[in-house]
């Protein structure tokens, strides 16, 4: 009955490697996010898609590339991993972009890199 | 750019009200949520305000006024369970939410 899951909960990995983290919703959202979550608690976007495609793409490095399936998925893959990535990493859902839509978020990664 | 301000840092008594500030500037501005986030959890919505003025939501409200760039979020009848971060975010273009860097909010008996 989880609104936003995220799996895995925990990554913890070594510099270099190259990692994916899942998002799936089932709220009928057209709308999925990715945020960034770093030490000093600061949450900042990362990428947004609506309906499968890209609509907002933040000044994030291009290691870093989202796949959307389909509506109710928005996965993260994440290349050459380096020791800053270490941070939570939130996928939200909204009903839309149109007008103030409230955005839904999952429980997080935590990801470790070593 | 986008910049949005609030305190780091609050501690209140049990019982009491505590009001935690937000100020804002960005470029194109939609509307101003508020978000809880206790500590190792996901941020959960708590309300948002388009138009000036309050909107009260039980022990919570929240107030904005757009031509001074100011929200507060104004927490009643304080409870243990509050303990958390408050996060302010301006909503931008496409949904876009700029957050702050959150208020830490501790709740003392």
């Known amino acids: 009955d989880t609104a936003v899951s995220q799996t895995p909960k925990y990554l913890v990995t070594q510099m270099g490697n190259d990692k994916s983290i899942k998002c799936e919703q089932n709220?009928?959202?057209?709308?999925m996010y990715w945020y960034k979550q770093d030490s000093k608690k600061f949450l900042k976007i990362m990428f947004s898609?609506?309906?499968?495609?890209?609509?907002i793409n933040e000044t994030v490095p291009n290691r870093f590339s989202p796949k959307s399936p389909d509506k109710a998925h928005l996965n993260l893959h994440i290349n050459s991993l380096e020791l800053g990535d270490s941070a939570v990493y939130f996928c939200?859902?909204?009903?839309?972009?149109?007008?103030?839509?409230?955005?839904?978020f999952g429980p997080g990664t935590r990801l470790l890199v070593l | 750019g986008q910049n949005i301000d609030q305190p780091t840092e609050m501690t209140a008594t049990e019982g009491a009200i505590v009001q935690i500030n937000c100020t804002y500037q960005?470029?194109?501005?939609?509307?101003l949520f508020w978000y809880q986030q206790h500590a190792g959890e996901a941020p959960t919505f708590l309300s948002y305000?388009?138009?000036?003025g309050l909107e009260e939501k039980g022990r919570f409200s929240s107030f904005l006024s757009r031509s001074k760039g100011y929200s507060y979020l104004l927490l009643k009848e304080l409870q243990m369970k509050d303990s958390a971060s408050y996060l302010c975010?301006?909503?931008?273009?496409?949904?876009?939410?700029?957050f702050g860097t959150g208020t830490r909010l501790t709740v003392i008996p």
């Open positions: 939200a859902s909204s009903k839309g972009t149109s007008g103030i839509e409230t955005q839904y």
């Open positions: 709220l009928g959202h057209d709308t």
């Open positions: 898609y609506n309906n499968k495609e890209l609509i």
């Open positions: 960005t470029s194109g501005f939609n509307g």
């Open positions: 305000n388009v138009l000036d």
């Open positions: 975010a301006a909503q931008t273009g496409a949904n876009n939410l700029f």
